[in-house]
């Protein structure tokens, strides 16, 4: 099955054709397709969302439910793993769809950008998106929260150039531009970049704010410590009350590939109750 911009098409034992209207299918343009169990999912932009069978007895039926078929602006499609459903990103965010004729369509959106151009469910439950403002993702607990409870709205990961990507938005002109590979690697097709990731050492990384370290002590007047001087580091450890006098505390912390990207804040846990940013 391949989408154009002219409609949908077949290629089957060696034979392309153009799949007519007279199979009740939506005019062009095909914006997404998705292969399922039993057949393709197709996303039209205008007409909304429609399955196909590809199965030897009703090759090319087309089924559409009524939510669905009233969606619009749709540009990716994902499959549920967690559950038995569909998710479609559009101009206005992220959806899900249970399938069962039980459940109206959710919208998920959170803090997602918009529109989103690319969706994919990974194999640990992580659901990632793609949108002009680089690379979302909603980890498997989220997920299963929004599953779980209707009216609950999710807080989505942001991955952009604070956190390395030269390249935020993510390929919207052609589908799929997200997939995973045999070896649990992530692909995203950003506009002019391709960006490749393991998803759980990315989740990791990013909920570890890298170390800060104390580079000096002193009164504003005084230097009693220093990392950088030896000969500051074997004076007497003793310092002077501090008592009605200044206290100057400098620090530093280290990012390789996005120093900008740092942020300090601190705390004095005896006075301070909340942490002060810098």
């Known amino acids: 099955w391949i989408g154009t911009e002219e409609g949908l098409w077949v290629c089957r034992d060696g034979a392309v054709w153009s799949w007519d209207e007279s199979q009740a299918l939506p005019p062009a343009p ?12 197709v ?15 009703d090759l090319g039926s087309a089924d559409r439910d009524p939510q669905l078929a009233r969606t619009r ?11 038995e459903g569909l998710w479609f990103g559009s101009e206005t965010g992220v959806h899900w769809w249970a399938g069962d004729g039980t459940v109206s369509i959710r919208d998920v959106s959170g803090n997602v950008g918009r529109p989103v151009s690319s969706l994919l469910e990974d194999r640990e439950g992580n659901l990632w998106a793609g949108s002009s403002a680089g690379i979302h993702c909603l980890p ?11 009216a609950s709205w999710p807080e989505w990961r942001l991955f952009g150039k604070r956190d390395g990507l030269e390249k935020t938005s993510v390929e919207s ?4 531009s997200a997939t ?8 995203f097709c950003m506009q002019g970049a391709l960006v490749a990731f393991q998803p759980e050492e990315l989740l990791r990384s990013a909920k570890v704010s890298p170390d800060a370290h104390i580079t000096r002590l002193g009164d504003g007047e005084n ?9 500051v580091e074997r004076k007497e450890r003793t310092w002077p009350p501090v008592a009605g006098r200044r206290l100057q505390v400098s620090f530093a912390s280290t990012h390789l590939t996005q120093p900008e990207a740092l942020s300090f804040r601190y705390r004095i846990p005896s006075r301070d109750a909340a942490w002060t940013d810098l």
Do not use: C, I, M
């Open 30 to 41: 095909v914006a997404a397709l998705l292969k399922d169990s039993k057949g393709v999912w």
């Open 43 to 57: 996303a039209n932009a205008n007409q909304g969302v429609f399955h196909v069978s590809t199965s030897a007895e």
């Open 73 to 83: 602006g749709v540009l990716s499609l994902a499959l549920g793993g967690q559950a």
């Open 140 to 150: 498997r607990a989220s997920v299963e929260a929004v599953l779980a409870e209707p």
């Open 173 to 176: 002109s052609h589908f799929p």
């Open 180 to 187: 995973q590979a045999g070896d649990g690697t992530v692909y």
């Open 223 to 231: 230097l009693w410590w220093s990392r950088a001087s030896s000969s």
